[in-house]
């Protein structure tokens, strides 16, 4: 009997297998890109589940397949279709994760303060919001996806 889990090789996930998915890395990567030029796109990496009949599990990785931190939520597979909002908080934080931690480096980084900055929420969509030194902890930054829409500093 073939279990799930017997091959563990990750593979890579296919154009609109997560639509949702799909576009909220489409929105870091926009963040990436503006942030991490020579990094290249992150993408979506997928792990056979644990237990037979659970979703599979779905890693947000950088270009070579290495990644950091926990699968995406993906619910059960009768679960109703992700929130996209939702969706977008969980690939920048996992995508956050993975820069992170695969490249030691603080990611992304206010230009403003040259502070690491952590996933936020503002008028009930993510952003990424800086400490701002302790001086302004309201401090947003962009909206996720909106990075590339700053200048360097003020």
């Not at 030029?37 to 990496?45: A, E, I, N, R, V």
């Not at 969509?125 to 360097?152: I, K, M, N, Q, S």
């Amino acid at each position: 009997m073939h279990r799930p889990f017997d091959d563990p090789t990750p593979r890579q996930v296919g154009p609109g297998e997560y639509p949702v998915l799909d576009e909220a890395l489409a929105l870091v990567n926009r963040d990436v890109a503006a942030t991490l030029p020579d990094q290249g796109p992150l993408q979506l990496m997928a792990l056979p589940p644990w237990e037979e009949g659970e979703p599979e599990n779905v890693y947000v990785t950088l270009p070579n397949g290495g990644w950091w931190g926990n699968p995406l939520w993906q619910g059960s597979p009768d679960s109703p279709r992700e929130e996209p909002l939702s969706a977008l908080a969980a690939v920048a934080e996992a995508a956050q994760d993975t820069v992170t931690e695969c490249l030691w480096q603080a990611w992304p980084v206010c230009t403003v303060h040259d502070l690491g900055m952590h996933l936020g929420e503002a008028d009930g969509r993510p952003v990424w919001r800086c400490a701002g030194a302790g001086r302004d902890p309201e401090h947003v930054r962009a909206a996720v996806g909106e990075l590339d829409t700053l200048r360097r500093g003020r």
